[in-house]
């Protein structure tokens, strides 16, 4: 149980184009999920929370208007790198937490490995 | 939440039980502590987590001191597939919503 699933896997695109990025609990409903970013040889570093139903809460230094967060229902959360360049190429990595789930952990996806050209 | 501090990069021989330290010293009463891991290019997997007592599940145990300050992660047999940076998390349970801060973690290498 508890598999989140995250696409696409990889994508390759030129420098000025959006990119959406899906992150889907398959098993479970999820109130509230994670963005993190990693760039090489780095730490997971988080992003912004995604709550369903309400606005993303992002952290300091990360630019709303540039990653665009979308939670809909309980089981899907979008990432959209809009007018992508080369420094937003990274891996994206989702995490999910269940409802409900108080001190239970979070689940992530596989990541999501952007390339900008 | 609280500061975590782990080894920067540990080695443990296939077979052998690879243990795992993390320090937390300024963990509060109702933290608990989260063991994650990633092996390369995949997102981290859960790994066990708990508050006070020792845990023990299908992949590790954990081990808690007494006064709580530090933990240790314990993979009783470790396969070369064990081989990734390990991530201890003690995440505040006021911070938002249980969002983690990722430090740098143990890079573990399992060797034949």
């Known amino acids: 149980g508890a598999v989140v699933s995250q696409h696409p896997s990889r994508v390759i695109c030129k420098s000025g184009t959006s990119v959406k990025i899906e992150c889907r609990s398959l098993d479970f409903q999820a109130t509230t999920m994670f963005w993190y970013r990693q760039f090489p040889k780095q730490s997971l570093m988080l992003m912004a929370t995604?709550?369903?139903?309400?606005?993303?809460?992002?952290e300091q230094g990360v630019e709303k208007d540039k990653f665009l967060i979308n939670h809909a229902s309980l089981t899907l959360s979008t990432l959209t790198v809009t007018s992508a360049h080369p420094e937003d190429s990274s891996f994206y990595i989702c995490?999910?937490?269940?409802?409900?789930?108080?001190?239970?952990?979070?689940?992530f996806g596989d990541g999501t490995r952007l390339s900008i050209l | 939440d609280a500061k975590t501090t782990q080894p920067t990069s540990m080695d443990c021989a296939e077979g052998r039980a690879a243990n795992l330290p993390c320090n937390h010293s300024?963990?509060?009463?109702?933290?608990?502590v989260y063991w994650y891991r990633q092996i390369h290019s995949q997102g981290p997997q859960y790994i066990i987590h708990g508050l006070k007592n020792n845990e023990t599940n299908e992949m590790a145990s954990l081990i808690i001191t007494e006064d709580r300050k530090s933990s240790t992660l314990i993979l009783p047999h470790a396969t070369l597939r064990d081989t990734a940076v390990y991530y201890c998390?003690?995440?505040?349970?006021?911070?938002?919503?249980?969002?983690?801060?990722f430090g740098q973690g143990t890079e573990l290498s399992v060797k034949p």
């Open positions: 300024t963990i509060s009463g109702n933290e608990y």
């Open positions: 995490s999910a937490l269940a409802t409900g789930s108080d001190n239970q952990p979070q689940h």
């Open positions: 995604s709550n369903e139903g309400s606005k993303a809460t992002y």
């Open positions: 998390i003690a995440p505040s349970r006021t911070n938002q919503g249980g969002k983690l801060i």
